[in-house]
């Protein structure tokens, strides 16, 4: 999987990158990311990518830094979908990353920051906007990531085998249900116990009490 993400502030991609699974991906060849400073695309040298919205007092992400962005990125993998991260869509939901994670192997995702940008971005490139929660962020840097995290853990090899998630919450497995409570050792905790099954070794009743136990 191939992510290309336009971001006026790439920095802030760092840790997410160098950090854990994501990481162990990249270093597996399972998941590249590419990171294209807006602002390069801008205008004029000032670099500046917003403009004045008409009939508005407030600036918006202006429409030709980002098409000048998409469209270099398109000459090299042309029309790969398109991602734009908006708190004013659908909100994600584990079915929706697994079908995105099943039909693209590449993707350009849009990072802004505030809540605009020129409706002629969404109208003439965008594929699929992506709400992660009814809340706003000032950063879609962290939408994208929640976004990118849920959709590289689905790629076959990223996990420590490749039907690792597939009994986890929301999964198909588990009619979409959240997952049944986990239990360690010591067998009590303060008075809190194992359940007797899943200490019996019969694997038809853990299978059972697992089933009924989602929550
Ligand atoms: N950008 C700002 N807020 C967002 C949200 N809740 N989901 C996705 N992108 C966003």
Request: overall charge negative; glycine content about 2%; some cysteine.
């Amino acid at each position: 999987m191939k992510f290309h993400i336009i971001t006026i502030f790439p920095e802030a991609f760092e840790n997410f990158l160098s950090t854990s699974i994501i990481w162990k991906a990249r270093e597996k060849w399972l998941v590249s990311v590419e990171l294209y400073k807006l602002n390069e695309f801008a205008k004029d040298s000032s670099g500046h990518v917003d403009d004045k919205a008409f009939g508005m007092h407030w600036q918006v992400l202006s429409v030709i830094p980002l098409s000048r962005a998409i469209e270099s990125i398109f000459e090299s993998a042309w029309k790969i979908p398109v991602i734009y991260m908006t708190p004013s869509w659908k909100t994600l939901t584990q079915e929706t990353v697994e079908q995105l994670s099943d039909d693209m192997s590449e993707c350009i995702i849009i990072c802004w920051h505030y809540e605009w940008i020129d409706q002629r971005i969404i109208d003439v490139f965008v594929d699929h906007e992506v709400s992660i929660g009814e809340y706003v962020l000032t950063g879609w840097e962290l939408s994208s990531q929640v976004l990118m995290d849920s959709i590289i853990r689905l790629i076959p090899w990223v996990l420590w085998n490749a039907s690792s998630h597939q009994e986890e919450s929301f999964s198909r497995k588990l009619d979409r249900q959240k997952e049944y409570p986990i239990y360690t050792r010591p067998q009590e905790f303060r008075g809190h116990k194992v359940p007797d099954i899943l200490i019996s070794g019969d694997h038809k009743k853990i299978e059972k009490w697992k089933h009924d136990n989602l929550r």
